[in-house]
DNA sequence: AATGAATGAGCGTTCATTCAT
DNA sequence: TATGAATGAACGCTCATTCAT
């Protein structure tokens, strides 16, 4: 008996691989480029259409309008970190410790890279003034939190929901706080490293140590 | 660092009198109330003209350019910063740990406050892309960390001034990566009370602990 | 006048059949809802295309350019109050002076729907900057007089040729001048059936008269 | 004794007799007849720079949206109309039918020139879609009718003043209704003197008949 | 100190039109 | 028939800056 998908003539599998769609993706990346480069207030259409090699009105034709491509381009952006972050969660290993560790210096020698260390200070700042970045991040950061509680209720299951939520906001914030210090080209690019073995140590201590309010 | 009154063109040496003194720190005020109510991206010397009550051309005798006017708005909003530390240096108790928590807890609560959730991210922003704001930055968090360290180094005479300035940068990091997540009207603001309590107890262990990298 | 069908470029013989008819009328209806919501001065294929519920290029299909568009949608709006006039002519009974009457009424009252109301101002605005909305609308307007004339030489025999055109202007032409004031949401739409009854009084005094110039 | 005035010192008499004044009206001038030479529908803030030989942002700065412009221009339009009508009021002579024949001629001629040929018809298409147009055409009207019901009631006092604004509404309509039929190069336009006596004979017969509705 | 006038560039957006498929 | 893609121009508007007074 023919399925519902092989009764379709031929279907459009191929959902969307005219080249439209590349063109719809060279803007994006085109338009992350400029933001990294010259930041958010240097941010304008023009600049993105000459960046991606198009017309202004192609581009519009693609993204309406600046709100449309902005968040478009957040999205796209937000949702390579989030894959990351699926990547982690995959590998854990045996060693919930040792997994911690290998977490943690991940997304510490992250905010090493220029991109990352440009993109999310642009982020929070358009988070102050644009609901839909405030959206994004929101989402972002949550699924962040859940796999550090993975992680942490591993290794001290003794702690409650509450706490475990407490610490992942804790430890994130804690982080992301290391951006504008020892991020690319920043004044203490140099010591990531210490940077990485103090926030392990004092973490798992918070971890172990049971002190957390509750 | 300059004052808001060196700013101005003339720059005699009796620098105090005149209403002309008034009108330029009105401006910064204005300057600085734009930059957080709209962002630096909608920061416009006209808009700047209009919150302050004066005509565009005024404004611009005061400021010759939207550059000068940044800057003298970014050093009137850090000295602030720096003064309140300076204060706090003057209240050195006798008890350095509880010196310690008393410190942070200050400093995180700050984080509350709109000026504060949103300043920051604007400056790390403009940080990025302007060299300026990379210098008034770096100079605040400079004298920021000193206060730490003297107070770290009465906790725990035995650490080297490596290990100091380590501890002082990864503390500084953490305490401002909360800005965008307990803030003013952020998520986990309700939080801040135990935020401070889990920062304090991690801090006040990576201290004692003396396992800081040398 | 040409039909909605004639502005398709293929013009074939059999000219009545396919989908496209549909099409075709379907945009000037849109058009024409637009004109009418919007004025002319925000009347563009676009918006005509997304409240048809056509792409863009779909509808230069069938109209290859604003004015074509523009044009076969003045024909058609025309087209309908001539059928109008048609109709009316077609119900002449008896009593030429009762005609008169009727015939001036339905006129008038006929101001009072929206469509009309905005219509013919946008109409003569156009003819003003447009030859094709002139063609049209003197078209039309030669149509109605002819109506006019003829009931009128059924009251009053004795006028002349050029008379009768004289007294069919300044009738046609007074009626008109209330649109703006009796109309939809006009200010004096109230005042409707009084105008009427003072419109069918004077004008009949006009044409029993016979002082009309010669 | 000094006055309030001679206390000031030279006082600013000359309200407004800067440059830039005369550069606002040369804006108005120029809108004006940009309006009556392309319609609304082009009407655009470049050309009417180009055509007053400003730069855009020297119009802006004395009108800084379109609709400020667009008021500022129906606003100049109107009141030059208006003026007329306090000329033609403040010559009431001693016969009031002669004075009436007099008015509605001079009316009626006026529908020949080309800038009230073309104004008016874009001014009641615009207060389809333009409230502020709206308020300043009734405002106008308003005035217009009151000029008629001065003269009207010295003809025949005994109408109520329910029938005079009646007779005015219908009086003035139908005359502007003569506009796109009898104005400037309209097919009509020789035919003015014979309307200006149908007009005048029908409405002097409805002013005496006493037969408005009440 | 302060105002008003002016410029020229850039902004986001809409548009009529063309063309390949 | 119908769609999608692309162009280039124009739109209203905001802006930093300059300058004369």
Not at 20 to 29: F, V
Request: a neutral charge; aromatic letters at 10%; charged letters at 20%.
């Amino acid at each position: 008996m023919a399925t519902a998908a092989s009764a379709r003539p031929r279907s459009r599998t191929r959902v969307k691989s005219g080249k439209g769609q590349l063109t719809a993706l060279s803007i994006l990346l085109a338009a992350e480029k400029l933001l990294i480069d010259e930041g958010y207030h240097n941010f304008s259409l023009r600049k993105v259409a000459a960046t991606a090699g198009l017309t202004l009105g192609n581009l519009q034709y693609y993204y309406p309008s600046k709100d449309a491509l902005t968040q478009a381009m957040l999205d796209n952006c937000i949702q390579r970190y989030l894959d990351r972050f699926e990547q982690i969660r995959a590998q854990v290993g045996a060693d919930p410790e040792k997994q911690f560790r290998a977490l943690i210096a991940e997304i510490i020698r992250d905010l090493n890279t220029r991109s990352t260390t440009v993109f999310f200070p642009e982020l929070w700042s358009l988070a102050n003034h644009d609901d839909h970045a405030v959206e994004f991040m929101d989402a972002m950061y949550d699924k962040y939190r859940i796999v550090l509680m993975e992680v942490i209720t591993a290794i001290n299951p003794a702690l409650s929901q509450a706490q475990l939520k407490r610490l992942a906001v804790f430890i994130s914030a804690s982080i992301e706080g290391h951006t504008m210090f020892i991020g690319y080209k920043k004044p203490w690019a140099r010591e990531t490293d210490n940077i990485i073995e103090m926030a392990a140590e004092s973490f798992l201590w918070l971890i172990h140590s049971g002190s957390i309010p509750a």
